[in-house]
Nanobody, 123 residues
Framework: QVQLVESGGGLVQAGGSLRLSCAAS????????MGWFRQAPGKEREFVAA????????YYADSVKGRFTISRDNAKNTVYLQMNSLKPEDTAVYYC????????????????WGQGTQVTVSS
């Protein structure tokens, strides 16, 4: 069992930056691939970024590529999402998720989810 708690969301102006954190419980965090997803009002949840268990490979949605960076610190049981050059269309609730299988961009392959943190980007 893995429990995930996101933090770091908030209100920021367009062009600004935020860093989201996702703290995981459990001794097996380092064996999980981790992902970030987001859900904007009235829209379906969508993939943002993912990282392999050892941080060796990362994946991004085209909409955030070059602006967002996913990273992890297995010693701290934490995964991060550094978000730069934020745009109003990045406004959403951001969720982190853990996958016991391979790293994936597919929501249904993730086993555990956090409760989300709100990110609001004003124009």
């Amino acid at each position: 069992q893995v429990q995930l708690v996101e933090s770091g969301g908030g209100l920021v102006q367009a062009g600004g930056s935020l860093r989201l954190s996702c703290a995981a419980s459990g001794r097996t965090f380092s064996s999980y691939a981790m992902g970030w997803f987001r859900q904007a009002p009235g829209k379906e949840r969508e993939f943002v970024a993912a990282i392999r268990w050892n941080g060796g490979s990362t994946y991004y949605a085209d909409s955030v590529k070059g602006r967002f960076t996913i990273s992890r610190d297995n010693a701290k049981n934490t995964v991060y999402l550094q978000m730069n050059s934020l745009k109003p269309e990045d406004t959403a609730v951001y969720y982190c998720a853990a996958s016991g299988g391979v790293v994936s961009t597919t929501e249904r392959l993730y086993d555990y989810w956090g409760q989300g943190t709100q990110v609001t980007v004003s124009s």
